[in-house]
């Protein structure tokens, strides 16, 4: 993850990365031991049973969801978060049980249930800004999360879930390994001065080898050019996710949306590239017929 100086969280000046255990500033042993705890658990509840394994996938998301209402909290905004959460699971469990259909119920609970809330509200102050929170974090953290349902709900879907979490990860990888060491041109200074173009060649090299290599032998009617086209979506998508995130602490101020992951942050700060590669590669997928 790029790291930000939340101390001028409104200024638009390039950012110097602020100092920690490596070039990064990540805690590099704590970040791989919780990295590998978490992968251990998402492939073993994967391999175990669907449920199970969608029942894992949504405490983090819930937790993230949370983090990002405690972000807003500290700036003075209100959202309806006990309806984001319910809509949010809707959406997940719904996607994976009935399909996409499940998004248009969730965004009427989401949508109706905002409303009835904030109207039952005695405080109605800032119900614009309120709302507007609201739909974004349900928009942006469960309904992107949820697409890991439409995935996993087709023939042979962990390996496409395997498939997609595993390129998500070596998009981060390697920009990782590669901007740490030989970065030098920021990508989006204003947003996320970590971020490097040497850091994005290297995630590049890295997503593509492991499509044609891997992902092109082990995920059915997935060939070389589908592999590898599935591996530049997934990093374009990695890559804005990862802004996205950067562009939301920024603007509040902070530096991580948690602290619960050792090494890393908060839960958002290890999913925010995946709520968009998900959906982008159920996207990608229904365009190639599969």
């Known amino acids: 993850m790029a790291t930000e100086d939340a101390t001028e969280p409104l200024s638009t000046a390039p950012l110097p990365a602020p100092p920690g255990p490596g070039r990064a500033g990540r805690n590099l042993p704590l970040a791989i031991l919780s990295g590998v705890i978490l992968t251990a658990l998402f492939i073993g509840t994967l391999f175990l049973n669907d449920w199970v394994f969608l029942t894992y996938v949504a405490a983090i998301v819930v937790v993230g969801l949370l983090e990002v209402d405690h972000a807003y909290r500290v700036r003075g905004v209100r959202p309806v978060t006990a309806v984001a959460v319910v809509a949010g699971l809707v959406a997940f469990y719904g996607a994976y049980a009935f399909g996409a259909v499940a998004h248009t119920l969730a965004a009427v609970v989401l949508v109706f249930g905002s409303l009835a809330w904030t109207t039952l509200d005695g405080d109605r102050r800032g119900v614009v800004e309120n709302l507007g929170a609201t739909f974004l974090a349900t928009l942006w953290v469960p309904f992107g999360a949820s697409f890991i349902g439409l995935l996993l709900a087709r023939p042979d879907g962990a390996a496409y879930v395997l498939a997609v979490i595993g390129l998500t990860a070596a998009t981060d990888i390697g920009a990782y390994a ?72 920024r603007d509040l101020g902070i530096k991580d949306l948690g602290h619960l992951l050792p090494g890393h942050g908060g839960i958002m700060d290890r999913v925010d590239a995946m709520l968009f590669t998900l959906p982008a590669a159920h996207l990608l997928l229904l365009a190639l017929g599969i």
């Open 178 to 249: 590669v901007g740490s060491q030989l970065g030098s041109h920021k990508m989006a200074p204003g947003v996320s001065p970590g971020k490097t173009w040497e850091g994005l060649a290297g995630a590049l090299v890295t997503v593509l080898l492991l499509a044609g290599l891997v992902t092109s032998r082990t995920v059915p009617d997935l060939d070389v050019a589908g592999s590898l086209l599935l591996g530049v979506v997934v990093l374009a998508a990695a890559t804005l996710g990862d802004l996205a995130e950067s562009l939301f602490k």
